[in-house]
């Protein structure tokens, strides 16, 4: 059964019920109807003292299975109440990569408690030693890999004792050599179809994509992405396999990876945020992920007042001319977020690098020149619609074709150079360019006034 | 052999002088070294008519896993410059949903001679009755279906049939009854390790997650993800299973999505530049996906025109207050697109709903109100420092204050609201909610310099 939305609002009442009643076992049972994703998503609406009570009461598989599925800050902050020996047993039968996630964020001594405590840390220890964002960081070490040298018929039978142990077999089995260095793949669905006397080296694919274990995770997400992997196998700096990142875990990563771009083109910083969920954000995190790009942009836009105020006279002679102020960096701000919209998308998708950066400024030059063209028309006719000076609206309407242009230049200009410095697009792309278009703006603005404008 | 991005330049060139030398068979020889993805990188660099002389080249297997790997719109042009009967060829080799994707940007006559001369063409028709972005626009009609009652033995020696004819098996295999109602799902793991003699009922697991046939690809994508499926089966009206959408489907999706909200925020409509790379967006196609939107907050901008207009007197008294305008509405919008950004990623992750549009305005004002004091008193202390008259001053503190606040407002209840009448909240959430901010942040900014300054 899976949950919409709107049912997981009154299912969550009802487990609330049975819980406030003091009834833990039809909690349990409320929740066992559900599929481990659904759990997680009534359990993450209870208070915190029903989920402990809840964790508690649940078998060793049942709570791993829970605790897999939830973001891993929550996970953290419910474990963390749990007795550690239980705790221990919980993480043993997680899958790996979630159980290194868990610990990562429990406080240290503890973590190093229930490593001590783990049968499986050999599993989860080496994975904490890598960043979260790097193929290390992504990858299981619970892997099945085949010796080159076997039969197939050895391998189904080795496999089919896996099964039996309830040991999960991938779909693509990973072929090393006899000293573990990464040498092919072999399809599940090609080992039930060959022959049992066959060597697992003949029917492997020798032409295996693999990653360092280093490697950014949004570049093992367009490997995947691109080459419709199902399963990437991980390797040292020797060649040797150490894990394996399957297409679950590069779901999460395309999606988290969007969304941070969506962040930073807002202009708030991403990184304490994307580590909880929206509910579990605390209000100090918010506003410092928020107060000092807004500060800085506060501080950079007041360069829009040195300009104004040094054309003081001018503003003062001319009064109509402050009417078009927002108005022209308003457009221009647009024109440029059009601009850099596609550049990012381009980016995203990999179809333009920074190499490609003349060929594009031409390629939006001519768009920027058309939309600057019809838009500085309709300026000038609303000008005069306004009854302002002939004067006035032929310097609005070449200030703003003339703004449309520079705002697709720098739209261009800003997301690729900062690829070719290594910076993330996003990063100064969305109000940190605004704020420059607008400055920039408003001195073209007012030396098209002095250059037209008789009486200046 | 995997190919960085310095590297398709480097290769192009040499495929690129072998076409001009007319050495065709040295260039596929080249190409050949290269995964389909690959190749596809460097075919989408060469000028069309060697493209042409390439596809015509190539054999028939070849030529259809180069066209999966190609975006539709370029699969589609260069197939329209093949023979028919040789292209019908190519497309009966093809996956049925990347056939049906091209045969859909052909021309209708083509379209229709193509499907009289294929001849896998009932795979591919059903398909082109959805609509691109649905469940049965994604799904394939290729896929393997197990009967209930038909036992694990038998199943394997047909599966070992299929694979001998070359039909690529599946992970999952979905089970129906004899009405072809989908009743169940077997992982192909669990098929090799049971027992020969046992029904595929009794193996089956019989929860098994579908989505109907019309259901959208970003709920599609949202369900493979959170139950973590590597295949989803696709249903019609009565629960038949039509056909099967694997986890690289997903991939695309997901990225096509991501791409797609921010070029919505960035004020870009995406209908027809979703559809091609960015080198085959047409010119006039890029200025028309950006006119319309640049125009219309052109003219609702004017709005801000018509505030200063009105307050013409306050302006001519107080010239100082103009200084301030970037400033302010620049800061109402960037304070804007935090919250906003921030909703559209819980929204995206489906965090928060529109039924949650109390709390989140709660969560949110309190930051917007600390947010707000504090750039107020860096305002305050700025125009000080400018020596502006201590009234202004206080009138640019107080209303930098109220616009931060007004903005965290709206930043919340457009986008919520949007989901609730059911319009994709980015439309709406980028530069209209900026311009709209622009206007009313200015009212504000004017309503309290008549309250506070004393000479108005």
């Known amino acids: 059964m899976t949950l919409t939305q709107e049912r997981v609002v009154h299912e969550t009442q009802q487990v609330l019920e049975a819980l406030e009643a003091g009834r833990l076992e039809e909690a349990l049972r409320l929740l066992r109807r559900f599929h481990p994703a659904d759990q997680a998503e009534i359990f993450r609406h209870l208070p915190s003292r029903h989920q402990v ?24 902050e419910v474990a963390d109440d749990l007795a550690p020996e239980h705790l221990a047993d919980i993480l043993d039968e997680m899958d790996p990569e979630d159980a290194a996630d868990l610990l990562g964020d429990l406080p240290e001594d503890l973590k190093q408690a229930l490593l001590k405590e783990m049968e499986e840390a050999e599993d989860v220890a080496p994975l904490l030693q890598y960043p979260d964002d790097t193929a290390g960081g992504l990858m299981s070490t619970e892997y099945v890999a085949l010796h080159q040298e076997a039969t197939v018929g050895e391998t189904l039978a080795a496999l089919r004792a896996f099964a039996a142990e309830e040991i999960e077999i991938p779909y693509y089995l990973f072929v090393v050599d006899e000293k573990n260095h990464l040498v092919g793949v072999v399809d599940v669905r090609h080992l039930i179809t060959a022959m049992p006397h066959v060597l697992i080296r003949e029917v492997m694919d020798p032409n295996v994509i693999s990653v360092h274990v280093l490697t950014d995770q949004e570049e093992v997400a367009h490997i995947m992405q691109k080459y419709e992997l199902a399963a990437l196998p991980v390797v040292d700096d020797e060649n040797r396999l150490v894990g394996v990142i399957s297409y679950e875990d590069v779901l999460d990563v395309l999606s988290e990876e969007a969304t941070e771009d969506i962040l930073h083109l ?29 500060l800085f942009l506060f501080v950079a836009e007041t360069f829009t007042g040195t300009v104004l105020r040094h054309f003081d006279e001018e503003l003062t002679k001319v009064i109509a001319l402050s009417y078009f102020i927002p108005l022209l960096i308003g457009t221009g701000g647009n024109a440029g977020s059009q601009v850099v919209a596609t550049m990012i998308r381009a980016l995203t998708l990999r179809e333009v690098g920074p190499r490609d950066v003349l060929r594009v400024i031409w390629k939006e030059l001519k768009a920027g020149m058309i939309l600057g063209l019809a838009i500085g028309l309709v300026a000038f006719l ?7 000076d002939y004067h006035v609206g032929l310097v609005v309407a070449i200030s703003v074709m003339l703004i449309i242009v520079w705002a697709t230049l720098v739209g261009v200009v800003v997301p690729l150079t900062a690829v070719a410095l290594r910076i993330d697009p996003t990063l100064v792309s969305g109000p940190f360019m605004a704020t420059f278009i607008d400055g920039t703006g408003l001195l073209l603005y007012f030396l098209v006034a002095r250059a037209i404008l008789p009486q200046l």
Chains 1, 2 share one sequence.
């Open 53 to 76: 009570l809840l964790l508690r009461s649940m078998d060793v598989e049942e709570a791993a299975e829970l605790l897999e599925e939830l973001h891993e800050m929550e996970a953290a």
């Open 266 to 294: 807002g202009g708030v910083e991403s990184g304490p945020l994307l580590e909880r969920p929206y509910w579990k954000q605390r209000l100090l995190e918010v506003v410092r992920s928020r107060f000092f790009w807004l």
């Open 382 to 388: 609303r000008a005069e619609l306004w009854g302002v």
